[in-house]
């Protein structure tokens, strides 16, 4: 006979309310309760918001996103209008205020157990490299703020920075932030690769950008290829936009993430020696048979408009067009990396602030997520 019994996985702070929603499902029938270690994707967690919210959403919101889970029930000991908000936006199914009513978990469960499968959410985020030609040009002040605007313009939106700079990355002075966790507890773990255990490792910014820091210190390069292309793969279906500072490595790694990337932007100055250097990266990707030179944008840093070197030359040189420049302000950038500051919150007004703005505006699209108006919840709670 086919089981077609709908897998539940239950996630609550509380023991004793674990114990309670797993009765009140066995008296349900039709469910099979899952561990909490259990891999295999189920079509239900009750999940208990906890003080944390912020953490507790995007948690949930990976879940979903990785097709961990399909859909949600949530509860909470606090009910107020802000929680019930996101819970509708998140498109929970229902909310249950505690002390939870086991008439009104048992009505929604056989609503659940006999209502139709929820259509599969596989919507993979944008995977954008960011490759310096050289030393220096920029490269980490430009994946830092593109990341930062990408979630100052979009809030809906969620944005992940990868540092690939492992011995010697500064993202976390970039954005005064000391990580408890880094590429060393991936390089330690890559069988556990999995949304939880990525969000735990990653450091939330106040500008709602998350980190995946590098140590910072040598001794923790040993991770493959294939444990990279793994963990991005993970982190594209649990954030709109993944962004990489990718330094200048064109090593085994990087190879990988240029053949996975959406978009890779390179970065360039207009020097002469920066020039050839870029020129020679064109070659190494034609050379390796990837990206294709659609996905390669070159992005010229620290412009002077009066440059001996016009954007026109540099073209020309390149035999591919100039998608973007970003103005030379030394005063400010200087300015932001001494003080852990991005740059919207030094200058935002700025020149330079307002062309990250519009350079991150070419990545989001405008569509909002709608929220869900099906949940039966809404009703009861705003009528
Ligand atoms: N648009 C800009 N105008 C003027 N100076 C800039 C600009 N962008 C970056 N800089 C300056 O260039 C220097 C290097 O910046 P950053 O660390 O971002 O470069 P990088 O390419 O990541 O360097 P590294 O190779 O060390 O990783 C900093 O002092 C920064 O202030
Ligand atoms: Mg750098």
């Known amino acids: 006979m086919l089981d077609n019994k709908k897998r539940v996985k239950i996630d609550t702070k509380d023991q004793m309310l674990k114990k309670k929603f797993e009765y009140i499902i066995s008296s349900t029938g039709g469910f099979e309760i899952l561990s909490e270690d259990d891999k295999q994707p189920a079509d239900l967690l009750i999940f208990e918001v906890g003080t944390d919210t912020d953490h507790d959403f995007h948690v949930i919101q990976s879940?979903?996103?990785?097709?961990?889970?399909?859909?949600?029930?949530?509860?909470?000991k606090k009910s107020d209008q802000d929680l019930l908000l996101q819970s509708i936006r998140i498109g929970a199914?229902?909310?249950?205020?505690?002390?939870?009513?086991?008439?009104?978990?048992?009505?929604?469960?056989?609503?659940?157990?006999?209502?139709p499968q929820s259509s599969k959410r596989i919507k993979l985020g944008q995977l954008i490299n960011i490759m310096g030609s050289k030393g220096g040009v920029g490269t980490t002040t430009i994946a830092v703020n593109l990341a930062v605007s990408l979630a100052e313009i979009a809030a809906s939106k969620s944005v992940a920075?990868?540092?690939?700079?492992?011995?010697?990355?500064?993202t976390p002075l970039f954005l005064d932030l000391r990580p408890g966790y880094h590429w060393g507890a991936i390089s330690k773990n890559i069988t556990r690769l999995d949304p939880t255990f990525i969000m735990n490792v990653l450091s939330k910014h106040s500008s709602g950008i998350y980190l995946f820091s590098s140590p910072g210190t040598p001794g923790h390069e040993n991770v493959s290829p294939e444990a990279v292309e793994r963990l991005l793969n993970i982190m594209r279906r649990m954030f709109d936009f993944v962004v990489i500072d990718s330094g200048q490595l064109l090593d085994l790694i990087s190879q990988k993430i240029?053949?996975?990337?959406?978009?890779?932007?390179?970065?360039?100055?207009?020097?002469?020696?920066?020039?050839?250097?870029?020129?020679?990266i064109f070659k190494i990707y034609d050379f390796w048979g990837y990206p294709r030179k659609g996905k390669v944008k070159i992005v010229v840093n620290r412009y002077l408009k009066n440059s001996q070197v016009t954007l026109k030359d540099a073209e020309e040189s390149f035999d591919h067009s100039i998608f973007w420049n970003l103005p030379n302000d030394f005063s400010t950038t200087f300015a932001a990396i001494n003080q852990g500051k991005v740059l919207s919150a030094i200058e935002p007004k700025a020149e330079i602030t307002k062309k990250f703005r519009r350079l991150a505006a070419t990545?989001?699209?405008k569509d909002q997520k709608p929220a869900n108006k099906n949940s039966s919840f809404v009703k009861r709670w705003f009528s």
């Open 93 to 115: 199914k229902e909310f249950f205020p505690q002390p939870i009513k086991d008439d009104e978990v048992k009505k929604a469960l056989k609503k659940f157990r006999e209502g």
């Open 363 to 365: 990545f989001a699209s």
């Open 258 to 280: 240029h053949q996975i990337s959406d978009t890779v932007l390179l970065i360039t100055i207009l020097t002469l020696p920066c020039i050839a250097n870029t020129k020679k």
């Open 63 to 76: 879940l979903l996103q990785s097709e961990a889970v399909t859909d949600i029930f949530l509860t909470s």
């Open 161 to 170: 920075l990868v540092d690939m700079n492992m011995a010697t990355g500064e």
